[in-house]
């Protein structure tokens, strides 16, 4: 995937997070594209604190996809993925990762939220973790701003 495809796809995640606020829940948002880079397969906002966007994509596409096809893919997602995410993606055998927000800086906007008690640690340490070379691309400052703007806004109402 190029710099110039993440991003285009990073905005879209922000519009299916934008999507999953007007549903009442909080502002993430993810996509699974193709090997292609191009072909988005699947859209999934946040459902709750245990059914993240990201670990609800993996798990619906380890389900519909064989892990032969799912490692040539990759999640795209607004906010870089928690330690759960990170491992659910790994289990479904989804080989690249593009976020456009790290996790750290999430932290900053949320604070001590206690509907997110933000983990602070990297995916790429979860990952490091693995015996697969997993794919990592993020954060992007060219839409962190976008996708800060977002959770700034939903978290400071929510508080």
């Known amino acids: 995937m190029t710099p110039a495809q993440a991003v285009?796809?990073?905005?879209?995640?922000?519009?299916v997070a934008r999507?999953?606020?007007?549903?009442?829940?909080?502002?993430?948002?993810?996509?699974?594209?193709?090997?292609?880079?191009?072909?988005?397969l699947m859209t999934q906002g946040n459902v709750d604190a245990v059914n993240h966007a990201e670990a609800v994509i993996a798990r619906l596409a380890a389900h519909r996809h064989d892990?032969?096809?799912?490692?040539?893919?990759?999640?795209?997602?607004?906010?870089?993925?928690?330690?759960?995410?990170?491992?659910?993606?790994?289990?479904?055998?989804?080989?690249?990762?593009?976020?456009?927000?790290?996790?750290r800086r999430l932290l900053e906007i949320t604070g001590n939220h206690p509907e997110n008690p933000t983990l602070d640690l990297?995916?790429?340490?979860?990952?490091?973790?693995?015996?697969?070379?997993?794919?990592v691309m993020g954060p992007f400052p060219d839409v962190e701003e976008e996708i800060a703007s977002l959770h700034r806004d939903f978290w400071a109402r929510s508080r």
Not at 8 to 15: I, Q, S
């Open 19 to 40: 999507e999953a606020l007007t549903k009442g829940h909080h502002p993430f948002g993810a996509l699974l594209v193709a090997a292609d880079g191009e072909t988005v």
């Open 122 to 135: 990297p995916c790429r340490d979860v990952f490091s973790r693995g015996q697969k070379d997993m794919v």
């Open 8 to 15: 285009a796809h990073l905005r879209r995640a922000n519009e």
């Open 67 to 103: 892990a032969e096809m799912l490692w040539g893919c990759t999640l795209v997602t607004t906010v870089e993925p928690c330690a759960m995410c990170a491992g659910t993606q790994y289990w479904a055998n989804i080989g690249r990762l593009v976020y456009g927000m790290s996790e």
